[in-house]
């Protein structure tokens, strides 16, 4: 059983298009995350929510939003896309964050490629 | 602020020899500390974390990381590499309590090579 899955796995677009990446996971977790790594693959949060609560929210574009229509998903929808938004998107869950402690899981991530 | 260094980009080291991958960070307060690697082509797999207690943390396929206060420093380590070993390490540090964020490294590339 896959534990945290993302769609689609590849996306290939043009600049100005809006396009959405779907999360979901199974572990009962309550807080999942965005993670983007560009091409020098260099990790970086964009939002985490806990329970349908976004609680990180880091500099990114306002084109970027997302939604998390209940604590299983998380979806991220761009608006606009830019060249410099090719990336890997990785979503992530962990349980309930009593603790820093906890270790993140990370879904397989979603290639985005705009033209 | 909270940050990670890795402070090599590639490490490559031939099979049955000692791997160390490199690791400092700066945070306020206590850190948590942790380990992630990613495979080709996959999302990041959790090896190991340094909460409290004993400063040398055994984790996931034989890997090992020993925390240094005095040099803010996690350095990873297995005693004989594997081929199986090539990939992408990232270390990882968050603030000590219920902070939410993960932040990371900008990962070391390690080869194995038979």
């Known amino acids: 059983d896959t534990a945290v899955s993302q769609t689609p796995k590849y996306l290939v677009t043009q600049m100005g298009n809006d396009k959405s990446i779907k999360c979901e996971q199974n572990?009962?977790?309550?807080?999942m995350y965005w993670y983007k790594q560009d091409s020098k693959k260099f990790l970086k949060i964009m939002f985490s929510y806990n329970n349908k609560e976004l609680i990180i929210n880091e500099t990114v574009p306002n084109r970027f939003s997302p939604k998390s229509p209940d604590k299983a998903h998380l979806n991220l929808h761009i608006n606009s896309l830019e060249l410099g938004d090719s990336a890997v998107y990785f979503c992530a869950s962990s349980p309930a964050q009593v603790s820093g402690a906890n270790v993140l899981t990370f879904g397989a991530g979603s290639r985005l490629t705009v033209l | 602020a909270q940050s990670v260094a890795q402070p090599e980009d590639q490490v490559n080291v031939a099979e049955g020899n000692p791997l160390t991958v490199k690791c400092t960070y700066s945070v306020s307060g206590n850190p948590y500390l942790f380990w992630y690697v990613q495979y080709p082509n996959r999302g990041l797999q959790f090896l190991l974390k340094y909460i409290t207690g004993d400063n040398l943390v055994k984790g996931s396929y034989g890997f090992e990381a020993e925390f240094n206060k005095s040099q803010t420093s996690f350095h990873l380590k297995k005693p004989s590499a594997l081929v199986s070993d090539s990939a992408l390490y990232f270390c990882?540090?968050?603030?000590?309590?219920?902070?939410?964020?993960?932040?990371f490294g900008a990962g070391t590339t390690v080869t194995v090579r038979a």
């Open positions: 990882a540090v968050r603030r000590g309590g219920n902070d939410y964020k993960l932040s």
């Open positions: 572990l009962g977790h309550d807080t």
